[in-house]
């Protein structure tokens, strides 16, 4: 029974994979379903068995990327060794390399904009980091790391905006985009008008952190 089950969960989990790789390369209307039956070797009777419908199989695409969000959010707030913007910068950049490498990620962006999965929106992986960037103003406000008077609703809004831009005209241009760069970019210069002039100075001093994995001890 454990490897029935544990066979069920590999293959409900390879056309979901299989799944996402066609919706982020064709769109939700547009993607064919033996193309998911075939990136997945699985059986038609076996992707039914697991998902009644196409927009089913998008939802579980959704889920997951959603868990993806929340494992990668959850991460990088927990990090003690490093001050509110330096948690934001490194989660961005995170997100960034998902957009960049992860079918899951790349299809939710895909599916969120489609008809079917409006309502999806409000409760995506935007939502989810955007809430943790929400947090670490806030956190940094406390701290006294941000200019007196700003507004944190403000704040979150102008940089979910400015990177939601960026994802989008990284996909409209014909030009390569360097996705991780134009997100730096776009918290910089939000930084730039809200952050205390004393955290101004030093990160000028002394840049971003150096890369280091998230699941390090501080």
Avoid: C
């Avoid at 490498?101 to 409006?118: G, H, M, N, S, W």
């Avoid at 030093?202 to 501080?218: D, F, I, L, Q």
Wanted: net charge negative; no cysteine; proline share 3%.
């Amino acid at each position: 029974m454990a490897r029935q089950q544990e066979r069920a969960r590999r293959t409900r989990a390879a056309i979901v994979e299989a799944a996402a790789v066609e919706f982020g390369k064709r769109g939700y209307a547009a993607a064919s379903v033996n193309a998911i039956l075939e990136g997945s070797h699985a059986t038609k009777g076996a992707m039914y068995f697991h998902f009644e419908s196409k927009e089913e199989l998008g939802r579980a695409v959704l889920v997951s990327a959603l868990e993806k969000f929340r494992e990668t959010t959850d991460q990088w707030m927990s990090r003690t060794d490093l001050d509110p913007f330096e948690i934001l910068h490194g989660l961005i950049d995170r997100v960034a390399q998902m957009f960049l490498t992860d079918p899951i990620v790349q299809a939710e962006f895909r599916l969120i904009i489609e008809p079917e999965f409006y309502t999806d929106v409000q409760n995506g992986g935007a939502r989810v980091w955007g809430s943790s960037a929400r947090d670490l103003i806030q956190r940094a406000q406390r701290e006294g790391l941000v200019r007196e008077g700003v507004d944190t609703d403000k704040f979150t809004r102008v940089l979910a905006a400015s990177l939601a831009g960026q994802r989008y005209m990284s996909d409209l241009t014909a030009q390569e985009v360097d996705l991780r760069a134009r997100f730096e970019e776009s918290l910089e210069v939000v930084l730039a008008g809200m952050a205390s002039d004393a955290w101004l100075a030093n990160w000028r001093s002394k840049g971003w952190p150096a890369e280091v994995p998230v699941t390090s001890e501080p």
